[in-house]
């Protein structure tokens, strides 16, 4: 079947660079059959709300940026760089502390892997009722070898390894992670009629004409088209780390959202959407939404604030994958 038959949806990052991630050979090969969206656009999608904070915890980074009417605003755009996989590895050292009785080595055993990370989505949480001793039932199954199960007791390890978002000293046991990115400037692109460039070299050629001709538009005029045709200067978009130390959930929700325009800041701290496979743990979202509260300005408070885990009872891994199925039949 030719693959003109289908309709294509190219899936992008939301730290990506319009040079290196443009899908040039798909676009010859399907012509106007391809349509690129951003993830965070597609989680909003799926969840069904307008305008969010969307948080994004993969297995090997947490991205945040702020979503409102299908546009992700690029100066909100920051990267953490850890994620569900940090949260394995610090689960497998608390577990060590404990006393586990199996010797793991995820590192070089892929069965040690899947274990943990088989503790990690049935058994870890953020459920304060949940304190204390329990007894947690674990089935090994080695290649080549019988299944072995282990009756274990676990205290607070189940508890602590989540908190690690929010807690991020502990995260320092997997390595560096003290880098928060953000989204390049753009270098822009001569076959692109919509790119920032052009529009802004464009607008100050036409308020120029326009100046001459009436005298109604000036340079100062200009200089605010500039700077506000982003919502914000473009000193915020940068390359490198641009805060110092390690940052938790809510930290990392409060520096995305000051980097928005004064008018969308209230909107986008009444409506924080929390997706990716490493975010599926019971509870958390009350935890955030508890925290939050902390890191907001007094000018910005919401009247509600809402953080959205499970949006129409759809995993967390999922949200996006429902909104790029459901914008295919948008844009295809």
Not at 12 to 25: E, G, K, V, W, Y
Not at 26 to 35: M, N, T, Y
Not at 224 to 234: Q, W
Not at 279 to 290: I, T, V
Request: proline residues 6%.
């Amino acid at each position: 079947m030719p693959i003109s038959n289908f309709d294509l949806l190219c899936f992008l990052s939301d730290n990506f660079s319009a040079l290196c991630d443009r899908p040039l050979t798909l676009v010859s090969l399907c012509d106007d059959d391809l349509s690129p969206v951003e993830d965070h656009v597609a989680a909003t999608f799926g969840s069904g709300v307008g305008s969010a904070c969307v948080v994004d915890v993969g297995d090997q980074q947490t991205s945040v940026s702020c979503v409102e009417d299908a546009l992700s605003i690029p100066s909100s755009r920051l990267r953490l760089e850890h994620g569900g996989s940090d949260i394995c590895q610090v689960l497998h050292w608390l577990l060590r502390k404990c006393g586990f009785p199996r010797s793991l080595d995820p590192a070089t055993r892929a069965a040690d892997a899947r274990l943990l990370a088989t503790v990690k989505h049935t058994a870890c949480h953020v459920d304060l009722d949940k304190c204390g001793v329990q007894e947690l039932q674990i089935q090994v199954m080695d290649p080549g070898c019988k299944p072995a199960s282990y009756n274990i007791q676990v205290g607070d390890e189940l508890l602590l390894a989540p908190l690690s978002l929010c807690y991020p000293a502990l995260l320092q046991l997997t390595g560096d992670k003290t880098r928060v990115l953000v989204q390049a400037p753009n270098p822009g692109h001569s076959e692109d009629p919509f790119d920032d460039l052009y529009l802004r070299d464009t607008s100050r050629r036409g308020g120029k004409e326009a100046s001459e001709g009436s005298g109604e538009v000036g340079d100062e005029d200009m200089a605010g088209v500039d700077e506000n045709l982003n919502g914000r200067p473009d000193t915020c978009g940068s390359v490198g780390p641009v805060l110092s130390g390690l940052l938790s959930l809510e930290q990392a929700v409060h520096a995305s959202i000051e980097r928005c325009a004064e008018e969308t800041r209230r909107r986008m701290y009444s409506c924080i959407l929390l997706v990716g496979a490493g975010a599926s743990f019971p509870h958390l979202g009350k935890w955030l939404q508890s925290r939050l509260p902390l890191q907001i300005p007094m000018a910005y408070r919401p009247e509600q604030l809402e953080v959205i885990t499970r949006a129409k009872d759809l995993d967390p891994g999922t949200i996006a994958w429902k909104g790029a199925a459901l914008m295919t039949g948008e844009f295809c």
